[in-house]
């Protein structure tokens, strides 16, 4: 597996701004993606992160709410776009090096937005 | 897309006993099976996994077993321990994808 660690841990945010949570692994992946999970919910996919070019979203997620970077093989960023009270959640990133299909996770970012 | 059901919601143990979890996918061409434990307040953790060449893997007190025909698979966790105690979830897909099953609460009581 990989070391994963995610910037910031928690955070509590103002309706209407934006949060940008930084995910960075201590080896270079393959794969890197964003999932949501709302309080007792499961993982829902946002999007896959891909390196030098745009994001993949997923159903029901849009650049303008959720842009992503990802500039090297080790770092992404997500971004939570005008925030309101329906975006509270979990934000996790996950890696998969190689061709595995394995993913492992970050810690996660509890976002509380008021 | 691929769409993944799990049950039961919650599931009761005494210590010593043996849980099982099942889920069903509707996507035939998913050929990667994760297991992850959630405890409270913490990342989900990869236990096991099993691809769609292989019908059972076991690791010591855990072992998954998947019927591609049904399309389903399932997680059994023998001589359960208190620290077993948290919410297990399912996965389903491959080609760097992964539906997840709406997970289920394993409580291990002493």
């Known amino acids: 597996s990989a070391v994963i660690s995610q910037k910031p841990s928690r955070d509590i945010c103002q309706r209407g701004t934006s949060l940008t949570i930084q995910c960075q692994v201590d080896?270079?992946?393959?794969?890197m993606f964003w999932y949501r999970q709302q309080p007792g919910q499961s993982l829902t996919l946002i999007a896959t992160a891909n390196q030098g070019s745009e994001a993949t979203y997923e159903s029901g997620f849009v650049i303008d709410k959720f842009p992503i970077s990802r500039p090297n093989l080790t770092f992404s960023t997500l971004t939570v776009s005008n925030m309101s009270p329906e975006d509270s959640s979990i934000y996790l990133c996950s890696v998969e090096k190689g061709t595995s299909d394995e993913q492992f996770f970050g810690p996660g970012t509890r976002l509380t937005v008021l | 897309g691929e769409n993944v059901e799990q049950h039961p919601s919650t599931l009761s143990v005494q210590e010593g006993d043996s849980a099982v979890i099942k889920c069903t996918y509707s996507d035939s061409a998913s050929n990667y099976f994760p297991w992850y434990k959630q405890e409270l307040g913490k990342r989900p953790q990869l236990i096991i996994d099993?691809?769609?060449?292989?019908g059972e893997k076991k690791d010591q007190r855990i072992a998954v077993t998947l019927n591609k025909t049904a399309k389903h698979f399932s997680l059994h966790i023998t001589e359960t321990q208190p620290e077993d105690s948290a919410v297990y979830f399912c996965a389903a897909g491959g080609f760097q994808k992964l539906v997840f099953g709406t997970g289920t609460r394993l409580l291990v009581s002493p």
């Open positions: 099993i691809r769609s060449n292989v």
């Open positions: 080896s270079q992946v393959t794969m």
